[in-house]
């Protein structure tokens, strides 16, 4: 049987994280190779693990993507194991500190930058360099509703957003001509798990006029300001991937997708 992405290979970064694995598996059940990257080499043989469950090759690639040399030698290999790169999930980030602009802390706003920003510029262009010799790509990178209305108290995720809406549109206009589409994703309040509890909590910590100092309290404020008056599930977002990744959206290049419950 013919999968719709049979013959395909993907690269995720993030990939032993909650929203990469969960989009490498569903690429993996629509037939594709896939090549997960992370820096956490436990976590990472778990997934690929998973990952290979489905029937496809699935292999593990420990970078950290904010080292090019590292990035540089790992798509190397990816396209040396595999042959080529047809999808990039360019999704590894990190959410950062919670505090007031005035105190937020200056080394943990350059960590942010370097792996939410730099990082993903580093494996855009590594891989865009193969996929314009090849003259085909799609790529989807993760952003954030972060990336669309700046929340309190998450100046580096915030601004770190922002700007991979900006890359995404930059990539999807020089990339164009070379038959390569670039979108991006930005999901919201996602749970349940490490990152809902951990933002629940680091707000309420902060004390600031827009949340409450009682976590269970913050869970509910952030969840009455959905429309759908619930958080997303991580399930709820490998399907907008694969739909960027494949051709049902075949004229569409330089978007921001919300998975954000209106
Ligand atoms: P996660 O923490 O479960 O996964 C992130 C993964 O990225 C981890 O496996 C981590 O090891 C990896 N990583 C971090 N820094 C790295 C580096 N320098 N090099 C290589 N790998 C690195 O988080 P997640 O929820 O799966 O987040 C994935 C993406 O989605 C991130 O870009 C995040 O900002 C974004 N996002 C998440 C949410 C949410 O609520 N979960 C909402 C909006 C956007």
Redesign the pocket.
Known sequence: QTLRFSGKVAVV????????LACAKRLAQSGAAVAL????AD?LKAAVADVATHGVTARPYV????DIAAVRDTIAAVVADFGAIDFLFN?????GAFAPVQDYPEDDFARVMN??VC?AFHVLRTVARHMVERRFGRIVN?????GVQGPPNMAA?AAS?FAIVGLTEVASKDLAPYNIRVNAI??????PG???DRQVELQAKVGSQYFSTDPAEVAKQMIGSVPMRRYGN?DEIPGVVEFLLGEDSSYMTGMNLPIAGG
């Open positions: 970064t993030g990939a032993a994280g909650n929203i990469g990257l992370d820096m956490n976590t970078c950290d993507v904010t999704n590894a980030g990190y959410q792996i939410n990082g993760t952003a954030s509703m972060a995720y957003k930005s999901p919201a309040f996602m749970g490490m990152m809902w991580i």
